[in-house]
């Protein structure tokens, strides 16, 4: 039997493997589905492939900034709110006290006024009713004897002087009384009667030789004013009509309406 002659001695190659599967083969790679990337396939981030890829997607900013306008606008909102509840605490409290006030309190802090009342001499707020003319000591008068009848002051704005004697009668029982110069600016004039139109216990009429463009008179007490601006106005009205009556129950309807210096006797 013929023996070979050996050749050359096989030198094994080595073959790097990563990890087995246990008989010696690598794992399978999981397929994710991803086509590969080669012809007809996506293009990678890094790579390049084949055909055409996607456009990478431009991402969107997010601003992180705050939208004041609704923060602005609720804020406002609040404030309108505070403020409105605030006013109505400070009226109701103010309201509140000036009720609890006496009505000679709160007309004694009215700059300027005059109470004759608390004066010597008695004559300026006697009440006796007596016929015909009356002379007397204040222009206007503020109380003193006056004739039985009153002038209506129902809210009646006379174009022309009345009768002092009927007007003293109305101061009597509650009235307040508003005269102005006759030259006085008709605006001027319009917004006095505005204070008097339909407001029971008022009247106002023009009156001769005052030294002051308005007057303003209640039983036993006078005001006496250079504009038909001036907020004492008002004060005085609200602090003086009814409250400084002499005859609380007595009312202000008459058939007095007659204008002109005639005392009506009848």
């Excluded at 007007?167 to 008709?186: F, K, M, N």
């Excluded at 004013?225 to 002499?246: G, P, T």
């Amino acid at each position: 039997m013929s023996m070979s002659t050996p050749g050359p001695e096989r030198v094994p190659s080595n073959v790097k493997v990563g990890k087995t599967s246990g008989q010696g083969k690598p794992p399978a790679a999981k397929s994710n589905g991803a086509r590969p990337a080669g012809k007809g396939g996506a293009k990678g981030p890094a790579g390049k492939g084949g055909g055409k890829g996607r456009k990478p997607v431009t991402p969107v900013k997010v601003s992180g900034g705050r939208n004041w306008g609704p923060i602005l606008v609720a804020g406002v909102v609040v404030l309108i709110a505070v403020g409105i509840i605030g006013y109505g605490v400070f009226a109701a409290t103010k309201s509140s006290n000036e009720a609890k006030t006496p009505w000679e309190e709160r007309a004694a802090a009215i700059e300027g006024i005059v109470n004759y009342r608390d004066n010597p001499d008695k004559s300026l707020t006697s009440a006796d009713h007596v016929p015909g003319p009356q002379t007397y000591k204040t222009s206007p008068p503020v109380g003193g004897n006056h004739n039985v009848k009153w002038q209506n002051c129902q809210g009646m704005v006379y174009d022309a002087p009345i009768p002092k004697e009927h007007a003293v009668h109305s101061l009597e029982h509650g009235a307040v009384w508003i005269t102005y110069r006759p030259d006085l600016p008709a605006a001027q004039v319009s917004k006095l009667s505005d204070k008097v139109k339909g407001k029971d216990y008022m009247m106002m009429s023009p009156y001769e030789g005052l030294d002051k463009p308005v007057s303003l008179q209640a039983w036993g007490y006078q005001l006496k004013l250079d504009s038909a601006d001036d907020s004492r106005i008002d004060e005085f009205i609200k602090a003086l009509r009814v409250q400084a009556s002499m005859e609380p129950t007595a009312g202000c309807a008459s058939n007095q309406t007659s204008t002109g210096n005639t005392v009506n006797d009848a």
